[in-house]
């Protein structure tokens, strides 16, 4: 039996073994949403900047889903999930706000599976509300918009992929928002729940969910992606190195950048890093301000 085949049979064995952990505990706690103006104008900022980078469709102007065009061929097609109150192609309204929660914090689930793309441990308890409070609003971008966007079909390497990128993480409380003047705590707390760090880093295998900075790679960019053509693109080193990261940006250049996607030099950022456009000044700045903290990693990544 040759290595090729040997090897072979392991991976499918690993297939099998992985697609049997497909349920886990489900939502068992008591949920209450705290409703105000605030908690809505806020959780509009975040779903944009968290969740919109998937689910929202430029096409509908909702935020029905759209194909996540990024992932390599053999995780087959994977489409973000319509997220409006659609209760015909819509998850919403399969969920109680407690398993939304739930969702949000462990990567599980209302009936038990996991998918790695939606984990938020460390989001704060009133930042979770927000979200989930937007979501029930009344907003345009929610209402329900009927719209399927796709069937994801994910082979079966894909599924073993998707195992080993990571497992559910615990549902953390108690979680606080940091001081709004501490910038460089805002900004590392920012890079947390937004996931730049899921991208800008070595492997998504290798993300450390809990503490993000153990990540392997951290913000030193490199990880390959697809544009929206098929053509390879790799993350940028976010690190404040002054000649392969950041280091000779400034505030206002830096904005530009994750806000409108002009780099320096007129460079045109390239899918899948989408332009932030409701990104704050204040928390582009924070995120600055923490990643000037960072070690600076002499990394040149491809097509720079």
Excluded at 41 to 64: A, D, P, S
Excluded at 71 to 78: E, Q, R, S, T, Y
Excluded at 167 to 194: E, F
Aim: glycine fraction near 8%.
């Amino acid at each position: 039996m040759t290595k090729k085949i040997v090897l072979y049979l392991l991976a499918l064995s690993a297939i099998a073994i992985y697609s049997c952990k497909t349920n886990y505990p489900k939502a068992d706690l008591r949920y209450t949403l705290i409703e105000s103006p605030a908690a809505r104008e806020r959780g509009e900022n975040l779903t944009w900047n968290v969740c919109g980078q998937c689910h929202y469709n430029r096409e509908t102007g909702k935020f029905t889903g759209t194909q996540m065009k990024d992932l390599p061929k053999f995780m087959g097609k994977v489409y973000a999930a319509n997220i409006t109150q659609s209760t015909t192609y819509g998850e919403l309204h399969q969920y109680t706000n407690a398993e939304l929660a739930y969702l949000i914090k462990t990567g599980i689930t209302h009936d038990g599976k996991y998918i790695p793309y939606m984990i938020r441990p460390t989001m704060a308890d009133d930042d979770v509300n927000d979200i989930i409070s937007y979501l029930r609003s009344e907003a345009p971008e929610v209402k329900p918009g009927d719209i399927n966007p796709g069937n994801t079909k994910i082979k079966a390497f894909g599924k073993l992929a998707t195992q080993l990128s990571g497992k559910p993480q615990p549902y953390l409380t108690g979680i606080k928002r940091p001081a709004k003047d501490d910038a460089v705590a805002s900004g590392r707390y920012l890079v947390d729940i937004i996931g730049c760090f899921h991208c800008h880093s070595k492997s998504i295998i290798s993300l450390n969910y809990l503490h993000a900075e153990e990540s392997k790679g951290y913000m030193a960019g490199g990880l390959k992606f697809k544009d929206e053509n098929g053509r390879k693109v790799w993350a940028s080193n976010l690190s404040p190195d002054k000649e392969t990261g950041i280091g000779m940006y400034t505030n206002a250049e830096f904005f530009m950048a994750v806000t409108h996607g002009k780099a320096l030099g007129g460079r045109e950022l390239r899918y899948p890093m989408k332009r932030f456009k409701h990104l704050t000044q204040k928390q582009s700045d924070d995120i600055f301000a923490y990643l000037k903290t960072l070690p600076a990693a002499h990394h040149v990544v491809k097509g720079r």
